[in-house]
């Protein structure tokens, strides 16, 4: 199975940018499609964006679509979420997740979760 670890969260001011990181340790990285997904307090979580195991294949949420950009480094074994133009509303608990199942996963069902790391934007 394969571990994975988020860094890069904090505090920005609305209109900033941030870019997060999920490094993967464990099994070969590029057998794993990968998302990354975001829950607020008091609400269920949500899906940001998806990558395919080569990252031919992107796709993300309305809500973020041409704010933030989902990429991977398989020689890095890392995947990152660039994040722009920040709003109050993407303050969140930010998850990368990873499923070995399949190329390319648009849903939630994930196998693979990493702890998670706090997104926090200031107005």
């Known amino acids: 199975q394969v571990q994975l670890v988020e860094s890069g969260g904090g505090l920005v001011q609305a209109g900033g940018s941030l870019r997060l990181s999920c490094a993967a340790s464990g099994r070969t990285f590029s057998r794993y499609a990968m998302g990354w997904f975001r829950q607020a307090p008091g609400k269920e979580r949500q899906f940001v964006a998806a990558i395919s195991r080569n990252g031919d294949l992107t796709y993300a949420a309305d809500s973020v679509k041409g704010r933030f950009t989902i990429s991977r480094d398989n020689v890095k074994s890392t995947l990152y979420l660039q994040m722009n133009s920040l709003k109050a509303e993407d303050m969140a608990v930010y998850y990368c997740?990873?499923?070995?199942?399949?190329?390319?996963?648009?849903?939630?069902?994930?196998?693979?979760w990493g702890q998670g790391t706090q997104v926090t934007v200031s107005s």
């Open positions: 997740a990873g499923d070995d199942r399949m190329t390319f996963n648009l849903g939630t069902d994930y196998v693979y």
